[in-house]
Structure formats: structure tokens, C-alpha cells
């Protein structure tokens, strides 16, 4: 089964414009991470977020997480046509190794 | 290698076939995932190995599913009497240690579909 959910499931924006894309999880998380996805192929990883860290960025990335709520969002800057792609939030949890649970994903479309 | 490889790209069989599919991990993790991932959906996690041994299989659909690291590298995927609902991409990825708190980097995928 799949713990996280994604919201929304799709996104359209024009080039230059900021996206967010939100994550929520069901239960207490080790870590949350985001990929991205081209074409149903490899994932490619984004950023990883610990349950004690608050915020993160990596270049145009921005991710927060609130472990109250348990939720997180990935903010894209300024985006750009290839930024075009799948993004999916996949949590760990402790004592379970490095399995990961994924959301279903958002489908991020940027038109030039 | 410089990264997470697997064999084939696509694979095409008939229902009721057996099929194996190969997972090249990077040089040096001890940890090897795979899931499996239907058109539209987030990949679902099927079994994970830390070094030879299988730490998790909770994931794998039923028996008809097998999984074999022999030597802590390379990894094969093997799917007896294939039906048309197994029918996905299946992902190999690899992390360091398996403890949770690293990144793993996934290999392109192998398409499989059953006809």
C-alpha cells in the first residue's frame, strides 16, 4: 500500500513561474525524500529531508517538512520546460532499513 | 559502473512464462531495492537486501516472486508463470548501507509486459 498522497496530481504552468507540489504521510517517518521521473523511467533523486529538519534547499528546490502535520512540499523556482516531469514524495521509517513508500505523484507540466 | 544498470530494457512474454531480470548495483553498496511500478502510479517497494541476504521481502505479491543477491551484487528478479496483471516497470535501485538515511539511486528500469 501507499503511505504518502500527492497533491495536487497535476500541475500546468507557464516558464518562470514557481510550482508546489505537497506530500502528507500517515504515520511517524525517518526521513522524506523527492524524486523526479522523466518518461515512466529512472528515478532521479532530489532532495532528502530528516524528521528532524525543518527545511532544506538545493539549488531552485526548496523543501519544508512538518512532522505535526505530518506533510511536506517541494518548491520549484523560476521554473523552467525541463523542469517537465513526474515528482514523487517516498518516506522511510525507522527500523525498516531503507524500504521506501511513495506517493502517486504529481505531473508537472512547464510551457515555454 | 557509474551507476545502477538493468537487463533488459523491455521485456515481452507470454502468460505463463518464466522471466528474470537483472540488476547491476553501484560498486561498493551493500544495499539493493526493488519496486515495481504500474502506469500512473508511485513505484511500490518489493524486497530489499542488505549484502546476500533478503532484510525485507514484505513486498513481493505472492510466491510466484524471487529475488537472489548470491554474491551481495548483482541481483536477479525472477517472476514463475508470469499473468497479465504483472505487467509494469520494475526498478533496481542501490544505497550505501541500508540504514535509511542515504539516498538510493535507481537504475532505468526494465519494462515487462505479458501478453
Known amino acids: 500500500s501507499q503511505q504518502g498522497e500527492e497533491d495536487p496530481q497535476a500541475l500546468s504552468i507557464q516558464e518562470g513561474e514557481n510550482a508546489t507540489m505537497n506530500c502528507s504521510y500517515k504515520?511517524?517517518?525517518?526521513?522524506l525524500q523527492w524524486y523526479r521521473q522523466n518518461s515512466g523511467r529512472g528515478l532521479v533523486h532530489l532532495i532528502l529531508i530528516r524528521s528532524n529538519e525543518r527545511e532544506k534547499h538545493s539549488g531552485r528546490l526548496r523543501v519544508t517538512l512538518d512532522t505535526s502535520k505530518k506533510s511536506s512540499s517541494l518548491l520549484i523556482t523560476a521554473s523552467r520546460a525541463a523542469d517537465t516531469a513526474s515528482y514523487f514524495c517516498a518516506t522511510a521509517f525507522g527500523g525498516q532499513g531503507g524500504k521506501l513508500i511513495f506517493g502517486q505523484g504529481t505531473e508537472l507540466s512547464v510551457k515555454p | 559502473g557509474a551507476g545502477v544498470s538493468q537487463t533488459p530494457s523491455n521485456k515481452v512474454t507470454e502468460k505463463g512464462k518464466y522471466v528474470e531480470l537483472r540488476c547491476d548495483p553501484i560498486?561498493?553498496?551493500?544495499?539493493l531495492y526493488w519496486y515495481r511500478q504500474s502506469l500512473g502510479q508511485g513505484p511500490e517497494f518489493l524486497i530489499y537486501f542488505q549484502g546476500t541476504g533478503a532484510a525485507d521481502d514484505s513486498g513481493l505479491p505472492n510466491d510466484r516472486f524471487f529475488a537472489v543477491r548470491p554474491e551481495g551484487s548483482v541481483s536477479t528478479l525472477k517472476i514463475q508463470r508470469t499473468e497479465r496483471g504483472d505487467s509494469a516497470v520494475y526498478l533496481c535501485a542501490s544505497s550505501s548501507n541500508g540504514v535509511g538515511q542515504e539516498t538510493q539511486y535507481f537504475g532505468p528500469g526494465t519494462r515487462l509486459l505479458v501478453l
Open positions: 504515520t511517524s517517518i525517518n526521513n
Open positions: 560498486s561498493g553498496h551493500t544495499a
